[in-house]
Structures are given as structure tokens and as C-alpha cells.
């Protein structure tokens, strides 16, 4: 005999049962730890904490933004929240100095942080699901690259002409974006070379780096390091604190890392770069006078690993790119672990002992993203 249509048979049902029963996800909570002088923690107070400490009630955040001592974080809906310090409009709300201490919303329903790199102290730059860029903060020398007159503190955001951006991030002296087409532009001081034109200059508004393959890209005080998508990993800029190539030079074009199956490249903070490969090995060079690069060893002054050098395990996953002394890498397994300087508790140990090798935060194993400001950490995810 046949179902009636519009009615489910028994199987049907016992069908739908497991589907619901498998695809239940935990819900994805907002946690923050470490300084709290600018209420970057979005607690609604001043205090440091040396443990993860829930920010509110909500359940549906999905991914987030930083800049030195400010954080957000967008949910499900599309909706952007900031707090923190406010020194030049980097909150987005509209107000160029007040700063806040617990999240409060950006304009908009539409916001996509998932590709966001950050690396600029007091400028964000963020693409909306229809592919507009947007930009604000402090806008000296382009670094917002939306042809604002030098000087002026952007404290809404602005659009960045186009409509087919697909990622960006921010460095030290600007922003960066990447188009659904696979090209990568650049924006802000070129004084180190950072914006790869093979010249020292500075540019109010995005201007093409050659090639048409570019993935996913990232900047800080150590320049900007970028990965295409046959595997390779580039790097420009400033170059004091190590290239990644076993030298100290500036480049002012893209000049290559040896490998072809690098994954993805992010910021470990101000001074040092971490890159993950196909193969879940995960690789940091730079600065390490706190442990950051994870080596078991601390090199005081401007000591370091100017080309990378492995930090032990095969399963990294996501690189939580920031600012501060330090580093936080979420694992396969949903494990978070952060290591480097912890005079704050930014480590989230629940003291304040640095750590030259990675230690695992509490004992979640859901968390998704992560990132950090000059000194603490805020991450999606669930823990009991």
C-alpha cells in the first residue's frame, strides 16, 4: 500500500530521530582571560582573570575580531559586538574615545569574521556575507584605506570600495584583502615594505599584489606573510625579528618560504608568525624572549628563529592571531593550548607562570576560535 502523501511512514520518522540525534552541536559560548585594564575581557569590569571566564549567557557566537586591547565578536545572526579600549574609533560605535567593558553592537546583520586576521593596534577592517569590506579606526597615512584625510579617527565603519572581497586582515601599519577572484590587495605605510609595490610608500586605498591564486593572509610588527593556494607561503616587510628565510632583511616584494604544502598562516602576536602544513605540524620563527615560538627555550633581547622551527604534535588546527608575547593554537580534537608569557594569567592556567612549551586552557574540547590582545585571550566554544 502506498504512504500518503504528506504523511511519514515509521522509517521516516526513526530516520529523522537520528539525524536529529547526530547533528546536535554544543552550543558555542563566549570565554575571555588574561589583562583586563581597558576592559578588553568584555566583563563589564577591570578585573584580570588567570582562568576562561564566560562573557554573558548567549550560546550562538561564531567567530571574532582584535586589535591590541580590544576584542569582539560576531553571532549567528550576523551581528557585531566590541568592547574595550576605544583610543581612535576602533570600536565602531560611533564615538572616538569612549572605550567599553562589555559588548556592545556595530551596526549591521551581516558581518563575517570567520576569515579575519587581526594584527593593527587601533584599525579594524571586516567583510559583510555580501562580499562589501569595511573599515575604522585610526586612519593616518591610509592605514583604513578608505581615503579619509590623514589624521582622521574613522569611529564608524566605512566601506572600502567592491563587492567580491572574500578574507582580510590587519598589520601593523594598515590591512590587507583578498577577493573571491584570488587576488590580495593591500593598504596603509609601505615604509618597510609591507604592502609588497617593490617600493617604500603608503597607499589611502587597496592596491593589487601580483598573482591571482592567494588563500589567506596575515600581518603584524614582523610584516606580512601570505599562503596561496598550491601550498606555498610567502612573506614581505619588516624583518628584524626573522623572515621565516634565515635572515633579517626587509622585502618589499613577496619572496617565498621553502615548502608547497603550507595550510594556513597567522600572527602568534606582535614579533612572531606561526604556520600550520597539510599535515597538522605547526611551525613558528621570530621573536622568543618569553617562549612564545614554543621551542622549550626563552631568547632574551632580539634572540629568536629566523626560519621556522616545528613546535612537536600533528594535529593543529587554527591559528589564533593577535597581539602580546604569546601564542594559542586550537588542536583537531577541539583542545585549546597557548604558551609564552603569562604575567597576567593570559595563558589560562589559573596563575601567572610562563610557559615555553604549550599547555592545554582548562579542559574544554569544543572550542572553535580563538584570539588575543596585548595580554589576554577570548575564545569561542563550550566548557563545562
Known amino acids: 500500500m502506498a504512504t500518503k502523501k504528506g504523511v511519514w511512514g515509521l522509517q521516516q520518522v526513526r530516520d529523522k530521530q537520528l539525524q536529529d540525534l547526530w547533528d546536535y552541536e554544543e552550543p558555542l559560548q563566549l570565554w575571555s582571560w588574561g589583562a583586563n585594564t581597558q576592559g578588553q575581557l568584555g566583563l563589564n569590569n577591570l578585573?584580570?582573570?588567570?582562568?576562561?571566564?564566560?562573557?554573558?549567557?548567549?550560546?550562538?557566537?561564531?567567530?571574532l575580531v582584535s586589535a591590541e586591547t580590544m576584542a569582539g565578536g560576531v553571532n549567528d545572526s550576523g551581528e557585531l559586538f566590541t568592547w574595550g579600549r576605544n583610543s581612535a574609533g576602533q570600536l565602531g560605535q560611533n564615538t572616538p574615545t569612549a572605550s567599553k567593558s562589555s559588548p556592545t553592537q556595530v551596526p549591521g546583520t551581516t558581518w563575517d569574521a570567520l576569515k579575519f586576521r587581526g594584527g593593527c593596534s587601533q584599525q579594524l577592517s571586516l567583510v559583510k556575507t555580501d562580499g562589501t569590506l569595511w573599515s575604522w579606526g585610526y586612519s593616518w597615512y591610509g592605514r583604513t584605506g578608505t581615503l579619509i584625510n590623514d589624521g582622521a579617527q574613522i569611529s564608524s565603519p566605512t566601506q572600502i570600495p567592491g563587492t567580491t572581497w572574500a578574507s582580510n586582515f590587519t598589520h601593523s601599519r594598515g590591512g590587507g584583502a583578498i577577493r573571491t577572484d584570488g587576488t590580495l590587495w593591500m593598504w596603509g605605510i609601505g615604509a618597510e615594505g609591507n604592502l609588497a609595490q617593490n617600493n617604500r610608500t603608503y597607499y589611502s586605498s587597496p592596491i593589487q599584489i601580483p598573482g591571482t591564486t592567494w588563500k589567506q593572509g596575515c600581518g603584524n610588527g614582523t610584516g606580512v606573510a601570505a599562503v596561496k593556494t598550491n601550498g606555498t607561503l610567502w612573506i614581505w616587510g619588516r624583518g628584524n625579528d626573522g623572515t621565516g628565510l634565515n635572515n633579517r632583511t626587509d622585502y618589499s616584494s613577496p619572496v617565498q618560504i621553502p615548502g608547497t604544502t603550507w595550510e594556513s598562516v597567522g600572527n602568534g602576536?606582535?614579533?612572531?608568525?606561526?604556520?600550520?602544513?597539510?599535515?597538522?605540524?605547526?611551525?613558528?620563527?621570530?621573536?622568543?624572549?618569553?617562549?612564545?615560538?614554543?621551542?622549550?627555550?626563552?631568547?632574551?633581547?632580539?634572540?629568536?628563529?629566523?626560519s621556522p622551527v616545528q613546535i612537536p604534535g600533528t594535529t593543529w588546527n587554527y591559528i589564533a592571531s593577535g597581539f602580546g608575547n604569546l601564542t594559542s593554537v586550537i588542536k583537531t580534537d577541539g583542545t585549546l593550548w597557548a604558551w609564552g608569557i603569562n604575567g597576567n594569567g593570559q595563558l589560562g592556567q589559573n596563575d601567572v607562570v610562563s610557559h615555553s612549551s604549550p599547555v592545554?586552557?582548562?579542559?574544554?574540547?569544543?572550542?572553535?576560535?580563538?584570539?588575543?590582545?596585548?595580554?589576554?585571550?577570548?575564545?569561542?566554544g563550550y566548557q563545562d
Do not use: E, F, R
Open 360 to 380: 592545554q586552557v582548562g579542559s574544554g574540547t569544543n572550542w572553535k576560535y580563538a584570539i588575543t590582545t596585548s595580554a589576554s585571550i577570548v575564545a569561542v
Open 269 to 306: 602576536g606582535n614579533q612572531h608568525k606561526l604556520a600550520t602544513k597539510t599535515d597538522g605540524t605547526l611551525w613558528a620563527w621570530g621573536c622568543n624572549n618569553h617562549g612564545q615560538l614554543g621551542q622549550n627555550d626563552v631568547q632574551p633581547g632580539d634572540g629568536g628563529y629566523s
Open 47 to 63: 578585573v584580570k582573570y588567570s582562568s576562561p571566564v564566560q562573557i554573558g549567557s548567549a550560546t550562538n557566537w561564531a567567530s
